[in-house]
DNA sequence: TTACTATATAATAATTATTACTATTTGTCA
DNA sequence: TGACAAATAGTAATAATTATTATATAGTAA
């Protein structure tokens, strides 16, 4: 993994927020810099349990707020979770998925490629893999045309 | 899309039921059949509303309990919201994960050959794509060896 | 067919997760 | 140093998930 390097996320994080008119409170500063040092991908309640530690009066909506805007700052990104609730799919067979990231519909698509890309040996020999997901992120023809 | 044939699907619903000492009810059957004609894949709450079209007085745990039935007898898949909460990730860097079906744990990893599988052309000019991601699934170390 | 029994169900409650609201506080800048 | 837009704490509301329990039913064997 490329080391995260804090100072250069930080310097970047007071850009990003200078440039949309937010403040630099110790509130966005300390859920930031948890996250940064996170590897686990918490939850808002995760972030929220440990930045109490610094932060003993930060409220719950403050991390749910600071968690989204930093997303749409793109300097975090969810891994898991995008639609609040969970979604099934019956079709087991080979094919893969784009999500749109405005309306939350979740779109089949077939890629040879996508079927034939592999699972690396050395991951194979660690973990007990049992599937490989492939997901693109974006806006679909809908949400396109009204941003 | 490999036209799913649900002749053939029900056949191995019944199959599976059986080896498994599972009633075939027609709740069970009626929702299974619901997610087999589904292309969006629907939550719980969406299956629900569609199965009352045929069965009025079907109760939202029964599409609970039949749904994760159904995912354990792998005839369907979650393709969204596996761990109930949403999670975060500051490392916007090239990485990829594996999620841990069991604890849940969703677990960084490099791989030069994922980074540089590429999008599709096609895609590319039906959808405005802005990330791909990569997911393994299954049973990380911890959980391997219990089971 | 009928009676039995383990499993499944409906109805509902409990829990957990997400999102919204508002009075007060605070960072920014003139 | 104010003025004030933005952010916060505290809390309420909503939505999603999971658990509970009394009743009903599918499957089986007499
Ligand atoms: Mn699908
Ligand atoms: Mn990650
Ligand atoms: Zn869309
Ligand atoms: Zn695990």
Redesign the interface.
Known sequence: ??K?NVEE?MKIFYQKCEERGLKITPQRVFI?QE??Q????????E?YQRVKDSLPNISFDTVYRT?FS??EM??????????????????????H?????KCH??I????D??DK????EE?QR????????????????EC?QIE
């Open positions: 993994m490329k995260l996320a930031y996250l940064l996170a590897t686990d991908h918490p939850s808002i309640d972030i968690a930093l997303t793109k300097l975090v990104d969810i891994v898991e979770g995008h639609s609040g609730s969970r979604r099934f799919d019956a079709n087991t067979g080979p094919h998925h784009f999500r749109c990231l519909k979740i089949d698509f077939d890629s490629y996508y890309v592999i699972i690396p991951l660690k973990f007990n893999i049992v599937a490989k997901k492939i997901m693109l992120e974006g806006f679909c023809e396109s």
